[in-house]
């Protein structure tokens, strides 16, 4: 005997298309225009942002940074999606995510100046710090759902990977763990197509990453994660429905328009014009566009807007800047008591030694 | 010869071993087209092809596991880990396999292989790409430690670690990369593993070092020209060239040992142990360490207040020549 013992489809989402048309059905019922505008808002305060970290690591004034720029639909649309009770776990690059849930533009500043003290989230924004090793974060947001479950929290909880996290085993173990013990989670694959020099091709043999998910035994959808309000409608149900005790997985597909961090020169690996296409399907653009041809956008509500933004951002950098650092932080912070060999270490450390 | 920074000794080391046995395949992220994220592998992809110089998947258990199966099966892999603070995601498999195949089976399966991978700070970079885990590693037995400090010592004893029977792990300082150039033969050639080398002779005090603390214990001796000071780079941090170690403590009768890794647990107390137990009543002060603080790697705002500077030696020196 031979038979189908299984078998599985992956949905594509799109809501909005590229010149801006709207699908009906599928248009999220609490989207009214102001929301929109809010989104859009919070977009561009993430590519402002990105854009002036960018020139100040070219400056020196900053350490080595993973741009966002071209992902901006992908983390708000997905960070607006969250209710405050919500936790959010991002790898990163999420800086959209960080701000759009609350994180001071100040405290992005001073974390990636190369400061721990940016990583001191306040507690009441519910997310976990900048995790670098890829996919690590995984489990730690299984966990944290399983915790929510366990002290019967109305919360989900949204984790963020990429399309190269996929491939790690942390992943796998992560989506597994959350199958097994129903908890709810929400993981956000941000396929930008690009794990440094790899191409999301050679990545895995699987045709989507959302299908990774089959073999946890939960659902997943993939969608276009330049299409902010796919990316909202998909978090927004995946939230709901892992709640329910459904954990989730969207792909959302995205492109990094940038370098993988500014250690990195993409042009060694990729052609130009894979570049300038995905620049013509800008998330940006495509929700301004609709904004514009609805009437609720102009040049001066966007002139104002740019001015208000690059102020704030400028007025955080310099708060940033005043920031001194402690030495002694470094060894008030390894336990919760102090050591005899630390206490020992710190009484003896002149920190004059040091060119700093 | 030529004069070849770090980067471009190891490339070409690694050239030439591919190019002398077609079993050596090298395999890590982004190590072919992008010629990885240090360039340490440029142009090899274009000359030994995909085939043996392969671009793996985000995922560093399977880089280790994989390598330990083609090494298994008779391949001689060079696995590249981007970042040591990443190696941790294939622990399991370098401690639970590389480490133990050996001796598993009698010596019947042994592990040829050498994973690559960029170690230490001062490049102020993001948390994880600046750890120093010579000793972690060296503690658990069945692995060959081993740490270059200039080009000519990196592409000698990548050559011996690759004509070598046991799995190496081959730590390679980001700070040294590029920070100067040597003269380097163009022809293969072997340095020792196991060997140390004493770089300076000397009769007041020995200085055991390795790694990124080499330059800056020889800038700071430059500022000393009264001392005369006995410099010792181990190049192998494990198996520890004892001999060497104990003949200078011998000699000078004060020891220190200057490394970038975190005091506590670290190769400078099994240096000192070695000491102790073999030349106590030939030393004639406390033996001192010179190191990082014991806690994890700070974030690059705050490692200057971290690794071991010039200043730091100087005044560990005036200390010891006092006692």
């Known amino acids: 005997m031979l038979k189908d013992a299984f078998s599985a489809t992956i949905k594509y989402m799109q809501i909005m298309d590229e010149n801006g048309n709207i699908d009906q059905q599928l248009m999220p019922h609490d989207l009214d225009e102001k929301r929109l505008v809010e989104f859009y808002k919070m977009m561009n305060l993430a590519r402002n942002l990105d854009a002036k970290a960018l020139s100040l690591q070219r400056q020196g004034k900053l350490a080595t940074y993973a741009p966002l720029v071209g992902e901006e639909a992908t983390q708000i649309g997905s960070a607006m999606a969250m209710g405050e009770k919500d936790f959010a776990v991002p790898s990163f690059r999420q800086h959209g995510v960080y701000i759009a849930r609350g994180l001071t533009l100040e405290q992005f500043f001073v974390y990636w100046r190369g400061y721990e003290e940016g990583a001191s989230i306040d507690k009441k924004l519910n997310m976990t710090p900048v995790i670098v090793p890829v996919s690590t974060q995984m489990p730690h947001a299984a966990g944290i759902a399983f915790a929510k479950k366990y002290m019967k929290e109305d919360s989900a909880v949204v984790a963020y990977v990429g399309d190269g996290g996929t491939s790690e085993g942390d992943f796998y173990e992560a989506i597994n763990f959350a199958g097994v013990f129903k908890v709810p989670l929400v993981v956000i694959i941000e396929n930008n197509g690009w794990a440094i020099s790899m191409p999301r091709s050679e990545q895995t043999a699987a045709a989507t990453l959302a299908q990774k998910a089959i073999a946890a035994g939960i659902d997943s959808i993939q969608v276009d994660g330049n299409d902010v309000l796919a990316v909202y409608k998909a978090t927004k149900d995946a939230i709901k429905s892992a709640k329910e005790g459904k954990p989730y997985v969207i792909e959302c597909l995205t492109y990094r328009l940038g370098m993988h961090t500014t250690s990195d020169d993409p042009a060694k690996y990729r052609e130009d014009a894979e570049v300038e296409a995905w620049k013509k399907r800008d998330p940006i653009l495509r929700l301004g566009n609709y904004l514009r041809q609805k009437g609720l956008w102009d040049d001066s509500m966007e002139s104002s807007m740019m001015d208000e933004q690059l102020r704030s951002i400028d007025q955080a950098l310099e708060k940033a800047e005043q920031f001194k650092p402690n030495p002694d932080s470094i060894f008030e912070n390894v336990y919760s008591f102090m050591s005899e060999a630390l206490e020992e270490q710190m009484k003896n450390a002149d920190y004059s030694n040091y060119w700093q | ?323």
């Open chain 2, 1 to 323: 010869m030529a004069m070849l920074n770090m980067v471009q000794a190891i490339n070409n080391a690694l050239d030439l071993l591919m190019a002398e046995d077609r079993n050596v395949v090298l395999l890590g992220e982004d190590i072919g087209k992008d010629g990885g994220v240090f360039r340490v592998t440029d142009g090899l992809i274009e000359k030994y092809s995909k085939d043996r110089v392969i671009d793996t998947p985000l995922a560093e258990s399977s880089i280790i596991g994989a390598s330990i199966g083609m090494a298994i099966a008779g391949l001689k892999p060079i696995p590249e880990i981007q970042f040591a603070g990443f190696m941790y995601l294939g622990y399991s498999q370098i401690v639970n396999h590389a480490a133990r195949y050996r001796s598993r089976t009698r010596s019947n399966v042994t592990l040829p292989m050498v994973i690559r991978t960029p170690v230490s700070g001062g490049v102020k970079t993001l948390e994880h790409h600046s750890e120093s885990p010579e000793a972690e590693y060296s503690h658990v037995g069945g692995l060959v430690v081993v740490e270059p400090s200039t080009p000519y010592d990196a592409k000698g004893l990548l050559t011996s670690a690759v004509h070598g029977k046991d799995p190496v792990l081959f730590l390679e300082p980001t700070k040294l990369y590029r920070l100067f150039k040597q003269e380097v033969p163009e022809e293969m050639f072997e340095v020792p593993i196991g060997k140390a080398n004493v770089l300076r002779e000397g009769d007041d005090l020995t200085i055991i070092t390795y790694g990124t603390m080499v330059n800056v214990v020889e800038k700071a001796l430059e500022k000393k020209p009264g001392v005369s000071a006995e410099v010792v780079d181990l190049r192998t941090i494990n198996p520890l060239d004892e001999e060497t170690i104990v003949e200078s403590s011998r000699k000078t009768g004060k020891v220190m040992i200057v490394h970038e890794a975190p005091l506590s647990f670290g190769v400078g107390a099994e240096v000192s142990a070695i000491i102790s137990e073999k030349a106590i009543y030939e030393i004639d002060a406390p033996i001192m360490r010179v190191t990082s603080p014991s806690l994890p790697y700070p974030m690059p705002g705050y490692e200057n207040y971290y690794i071991p500077n010039e200043k730091k030696v100087l005044e560990a020196i005036d200390e010891l020549l006092k006692m």
